[in-house]
């Protein structure tokens, strides 16, 4: 009986120790899995970080190149004015570079666009180049001082709503002056067609006929 006893406490000892070796066994490869988890999830974040960062990068070069598109595109319309502007003119790191793009920054949200907010205040600048005070004139005078480079037009919203207004009024103005010739002409027209069928039906208008201070005699 003695030798049973210690026959099973030998098996139970064994026992014991294979499944403290099990345990053993478990902890450390729960231990190197929590490891290998914690590497790869440290790779995915630096992974993830690095897409991020390359996205930045892709948004900011792609808008770096719409707004150096934007860019050109004013250059190219201060050329139809000046096409004697220096080679220089609209570069990056010119001075005529950063006025533009602030200007395009500042003008991002208009209605018509950045491009033709600041293409129409070079139109406007080009029309009254001449400037007195607050004024700005078409034609040189006493008093007036020639104010026609880029940042007269572009350097600040103020200057550029008022060459904006500038062009815009002028436009304004040839738009009515077509519109009364226009007119007018289709009046002179009338007269001078009563006139020949007055004629031709052998009858005489009575005095002259006067369309616009355009006198009209059959």
Request: net charge neutral; hydrophobic share 35%.
């Amino acid at each position: 009986m003695s030798h049973l006893r210690e026959l099973k406490l030998e098996v139970e000892c064994d026992e014991c120790a294979r499944k403290d070796r099990v345990i053993r066994q478990y902890a450390e490869n729960h231990s190197k899995l929590v490891e290998e988890v914690s590497a790869a999830q440290e790779v995915a974040r630096a992974a993830g970080k690095e897409v991020t960062k390359l996205k930045g990068k892709l948004t900011k070069e792609h808008n770096e190149s719409v707004l150096a598109e934007k860019i050109e595109q004013v250059v190219a319309h201060w050329r139809s004015y000046r096409p004697k502007a220096s080679k220089a003119f609209g570069k990056p790191g010119s001075k005529s570079f950063t006025i533009i793009e602030k200007a395009l920054v500042l003008m991002a949200e208009d209605d018509h666009g950045p491009v033709s907010a600041c293409c129409e205040a070079i139109d406007g600048l080009h029309l009254a180049p001449y400037q007195q005070y607050e004024k700005r004139y078409r034609f040189d005078g006493p008093g007036r001082t020639l104010r026609n480079d880029v940042e007269h037009a572009l350097d600040d919203e103020s200057r550029i709503e008022k060459c904006r207004g500038i062009a815009r009024r002028v436009r304004n103005l040839s738009l009515d002056a077509r519109q009364r010739a226009y007119e007018a002409s289709l009046r002179v027209h009338e007269a001078w067609t009563r006139a020949l069928m007055d004629e031709l039906w052998g009858q005489k208008p009575d005095g002259s006929i006067e369309v616009d201070g355009l006198v009209v005699r059959p």
